[in-house]
């Protein structure tokens, strides 16, 4: 149907949460000024490992983005199924100069999971780069019960952020239950200045505005000081361009089943244009901004 496309959201102003942006590497220039990235471990080359010319300018883009100061995350490639051995994961840490690192862990596993994270700690310690990151243990769990152990086992590590991740989503049949989550270590207190990270989008970007309103309350609660665990930092995904590969908006449906290629995913320039309103939508729902988006269809 020819004309625009009217895209309406109403919602409250949420407490500010950083939304990470990850793209193909045609398209990083479009996240330059943001100030978080994730980067995904399986896609960094180092100067002595053999690279393709994606590869060299998927890495040379985050080297340069961390010399800028901006907060760089290093994945461990467990959500891609390409987990990357730690030790690798670590090297190619220090040569984009990364300020945070997931530690390992196995998709939707609490038991396995648990050991990775201590296995991974020993690792750092062993080479000496216990200090030189910021590490991010996640929490897996496919019940109540063994999220509730695995919330409580993070609680007694020596890490700095705690990552939700959106398997949970499914495996609790709930869009909200990250949130939930944030509010029972709340409630529990626990976490206790440990920062708080989504790992990822769930099926309903509208995720996000929950997380921000969370944010917003707690603010309200603490009279606008927040320091510790009521706090979701941040939250990433490739999200936006998923939406935009199949040539949608956030409000033209459920989350499309479209696989991503990051090296090397070319799309067109209607396309790349919803790309963008997508990553405004996406950054909004995270600050908690209104927003009135229109597209030529």
Same mark, same amino acid.
């Given at each position: 149907?020819?004309?625009? &496309? +009217?895209?309406?959201?109403?919602?409250?102003? @949420?407490? $500010?949460?950083?939304?990470?942006?990850?793209?193909?590497?045609?398209? +990083?220039?479009?996240?330059?000024?943001?100030?978080?990235?994730?980067?995904?471990?399986?896609?960094? &080359?180092?100067?002595?490992?053999?690279?393709?010319?994606?590869?060299?300018?998927? $890495?040379?883009?985050? &080297?340069?983005?961390?010399?800028? @100061?901006?907060?760089? /995350?290093?994945?461990? @490639?467990?959500?891609?199924?390409?987990?990357?051995?730690?030790? +690798?994961?670590?090297?190619?840490?220090?040569?984009?100069?990364a300020a945070e690192i997931v530690l390992p862990d196995i998709f939707n596993n609490m038991q396995q999971t648990k050991d990775a994270i201590l296995l991974g700690l020993q690792t750092a310690h062993d080479l000496g780069v216990f200090y030189d990151f910021k590490w991010m243990a996640v929490c897996h769990g496919r019940n109540e019960t063994e999220v509730s152990m695995m919330m409580h086992f993070i609680n007694t590590l020596p890490v700095s952020t705690v990552g939700i991740p959106k398997v949970l989503s499914k495996n609790f049949e709930s869009n909200s239950v990250r949130v939930d989550v944030v509010a029972k270590a709340y409630v529990e207190n626990i976490w206790m200045n440990k920062?708080?990270?989504?790992?990822?989008? $769930?099926?309903?970007?509208?995720?996000?505005?929950?997380?921000?309103?969370?944010?917003?309350?707690?603010?309200? $609660?603490?009279?606008?000081?927040?320091?510790?665990?009521?706090?979701? &930092?941040?939250?990433?995904?490739?999200?936006?361009? /998923?939406?935009?590969?199949?040539?949608? +908006?956030?409000?033209d449906g459920t989350r499309p089943n479209e696989k991503i290629n990051f090296m090397s995913d070319p799309i067109s320039h209607e396309k790349e244009s919803a790309l963008k309103l997508n990553m405004q939508q996406w950054n909004n729902y995270a600050s908690g901004r209104q927003e009135t988006l229109i597209k030529k269809v």
């Amino acid at each position: 149907m020819a004309g625009l &496309r +009217l895209c309406l959201f109403y919602f409250m102003k @949420g407490g $500010t949460m950083k939304a990470i942006n990850i793209v193909p590497v045609d398209y +990083l220039h479009l996240i330059k000024d943001d100030e978080m990235h994730m980067v995904l471990a399986q896609h960094v &080359r180092m100067d002595e490992e053999e690279q393709t010319v994606q590869e060299y300018d998927y $890495t040379e883009f985050y &080297r340069q983005q961390a010399s800028m @100061g901006k907060h760089i /995350i290093m994945d461990n @490639g467990a959500c891609e199924g390409a987990l990357v051995d730690f030790e +690798l994961v670590i090297q190619r840490a220090q040569y984009i100069n990364a300020a945070e690192i997931v530690l390992p862990d196995i998709f939707n596993n609490m038991q396995q999971t648990k050991d990775a994270i201590l296995l991974g700690l020993q690792t750092a310690h062993d080479l000496g780069v216990f200090y030189d990151f910021k590490w991010m243990a996640v929490c897996h769990g496919r019940n109540e019960t063994e999220v509730s152990m695995m919330m409580h086992f993070i609680n007694t590590l020596p890490v700095s952020t705690v990552g939700i991740p959106k398997v949970l989503s499914k495996n609790f049949e709930s869009n909200s239950v990250r949130v939930d989550v944030v509010a029972k270590a709340y409630v529990e207190n626990i976490w206790m200045n440990k920062e708080i990270h989504f790992l990822g989008s $769930t099926d309903e970007p509208l995720e996000v505005l929950q997380a921000s309103k969370w944010n917003s309350q707690m603010m309200s $609660t603490n009279q606008g000081i927040i320091d510790h665990h009521e706090y979701i &930092r941040s939250v990433d995904s490739a999200v936006p361009f /998923i939406f935009a590969k199949a040539d949608m +908006l956030f409000c033209d449906g459920t989350r499309p089943n479209e696989k991503i290629n990051f090296m090397s995913d070319p799309i067109s320039h209607e396309k790349e244009s919803a790309l963008k309103l997508n990553m405004q939508q996406w950054n909004n729902y995270a600050s908690g901004r209104q927003e009135t988006l229109i597209k030529k269809v």
